[in-house]
């Protein structure tokens, strides 16, 4: 009776142990990139899909509390309204490594730093700020919903083949 129950298990088994492994991408990862401001209730910024690098591995967002940080970067209308200022790129993107451990795919908050490096300009902007690194992603867009036959999509089928494979046993078992 109890056998009835193994293939179930074993698919369940293999989502929890196979689910977060990374699976390599042929194509190049797309990120929501550009700079804003956000408080409470309202946000304001230049923000753009992009096409990363081929060897680009993530997308990222970093802030700052500090409006002065943000001014030194990008010309852009900072207002001191804002609670936090934010900048968002691909890996590669303002001097950031072109990979990291990302902890794939979404890890919230890492409570880690970076280095943003802008380069001078003829309005004055072009620094290198360390902000603290609110998330990275390797996903397109930082959305589970964009995955592209991503490696949840080849665990399920697998584990619907294990599963069928394990369960067709068990019935010619019975039968004997």
Not at 163 to 172: F, Q
Request: with cysteine.
């Amino acid at each position: 009776m109890i056998l009835r129950h193994i293939p179930a298990f074993v698919a369940v088994l293999l989502l929890l142990l196979w689910g977060g492994t990374v699976v390599h991408r042929a194509d190049a990862i797309k990120c929501m990139v550009g700079w804003g401001q956000k408080g409470l209730e309202y946000k304001y910024g230049e923000e753009w899909p992009r096409d990363c690098s081929k060897r680009s591995k993530y997308c990222f967002r970093a802030s700052t509390q500090d409006v002065a940080v943000a001014q030194t970067l990008v010309d852009f209308t900072w207002d001191s309204y804002y609670a936090i200022f934010y900048f968002k790129g691909c890996g590669g993107q303002w001097g950031t490594p072109l990979a990291i451990d990302t902890h794939w795919p979404y890890t919230g908050q890492l409570q880690g730093k970076i280095n943003i490096t802008t380069p001078q300009v003829v309005t004055g902007q072009g620094a290198t700020q360390t902000l603290v690194l609110d998330y990275t992603c390797a996903e397109d867009y930082c959305s589970a919903a964009s995955r592209r036959g991503g490696a949840y999509g080849m665990t399920a089928v697998l584990s619907l083949l294990v599963s069928a494979a394990v369960g067709a046993a068990l019935l010619r078992a019975d039968e004997v």
